[in-house]
């Protein structure tokens, strides 16, 4: 047993866990809860798993394709899974980090292992503003449990943009074009699994994906928590 998995442990003795989307005891997540997340439905496109668009490319995909190859995902951006995700960013609940990794591997099925896994980068000021990267710690787990090396570093916020929460789509493209650099030397003739919480329009994942490949990334594929409906 590695020092981690015990600290938790000793933790969840002192502090019992309880479930986030209905305060039960015993676990971060509950079952219950768990089994009434809402999933992605499976008419949503095969590259940004936009929901409800029917199976194949949606049309802004085929008009406009993004530099990821396709987005993986797990669930709906609404109930249960919103309210972990805010706890894990806002409200300093790192401990979730951990059961929602496995929650998304566990929903989406066996993926294809890269030679990394990279998260998206916060802007150092943030970063020493929350004390934390969501996405680096989410990284973790699901490098570990695929057996990918993670490359936190690999990918870098240059411009510490606005938060995209109140933008329209176009906004969130010009709010994050040319907000992030890679070191060609660490990326090149690599795949990646490109890592965020939350997709909305897709605009950061886009341009981070721009970012990998113009430093040599063979493949990119990125993977999120939670899609917007």
Same mark, same amino acid.
């Given at each position: 047993m590695d020092?981690q998995?015990?600290?938790r442990?000793?933790?969840?003795?002192?502090f019992?866990?309880?479930c986030v989307?209905?305060?039960?005891?015993?676990?971060?997540?509950?079952? +219950?809860?768990?089994v009434?997340?809402?999933?992605?439905?499976?008419?949503?496109?095969?590259?940004? $798993?936009?929901?409800?668009?029917?199976?194949g490319i949606?049309?802004?995909?085929?008009?406009?394709?993004?530099?990821?190859?396709?987005?993986?995902c $797990?669930f709906?951006?609404? *109930?249960?899974?919103?309210?972990?995700?805010?706890?894990?960013?806002?409200r300093?609940?790192?401990?979730?980090?951990?059961?929602?990794?496995?929650?998304?591997?566990?929903e989406?099925?066996?993926i294809d292992?890269p030679?990394?896994?990279v998260?998206?980068?916060?802007?150092?000021a943030r970063?020493a503003?929350?004390?934390?990267?969501?996405?680096?710690?989410l990284?973790?787990?699901?490098?570990?449990?695929?057996?990918?090396?993670?490359?936190?570093?690999?990918?870098?916020?240059?411009?510490?943009?606005p +938060?995209?929460?109140?933008?329209?789509?176009?906004q969130?493209?010009?709010?994050?074009? *040319?907000?992030?650099?890679?070191?060609p030397?660490?990326?090149?003739?690599r795949s990646?699994?490109?890592?965020?919480?939350?997709?909305?329009?897709?605009?950061?994942?886009? +341009?981070?994906?721009l970012?990998?490949?113009?430093?040599? +990334?063979?493949r990119?594929?990125?993977?999120?928590?939670?899609?917007?409906?």
């Open positions: 020092r998995t015990l600290t442990l000793i933790l969840d003795l002192i019992p866990p309880r989307g209905c305060g039960r005891r015993g676990d971060w997540i509950c079952l +219950a809860c768990r009434g997340l809402p999933r992605l439905p499976s008419d949503h496109c095969t590259v940004c $798993a936009r929901p409800g668009v029917g199976q949606c049309p802004e995909c085929a008009h406009d394709p993004p530099d990821f190859d396709r987005l993986i $797990a709906l951006f609404e *109930g249960t899974i919103r309210q972990a995700i805010h706890h894990l960013k806002y300093r609940a790192r401990h979730l980090a951990e059961p929602l990794a496995r929650m998304l591997l566990e989406v099925g066996p292992v030679d990394l896994v998260p998206i980068p916060l802007h150092p970063l503003w929350r004390g934390y990267n969501q996405s680096a710690l990284s973790e787990v699901v490098g570990r449990a695929i057996g990918a090396r993670v490359g936190d570093g690999y990918l870098r916020r240059i411009r510490d943009t +938060a995209q929460v109140s933008l329209s789509g176009p969130r493209w010009l709010n994050v074009r *040319g907000a992030f650099e890679a070191t030397e660490l990326l090149r003739g990646v699994l490109l890592l965020d919480d939350v997709a909305t329009t897709g605009s950061t994942l886009r +341009a981070a994906s970012t990998l490949k113009r430093a040599g +990334a063979t990119v594929d990125a993977i999120v928590l939670a899609r917007a409906p």
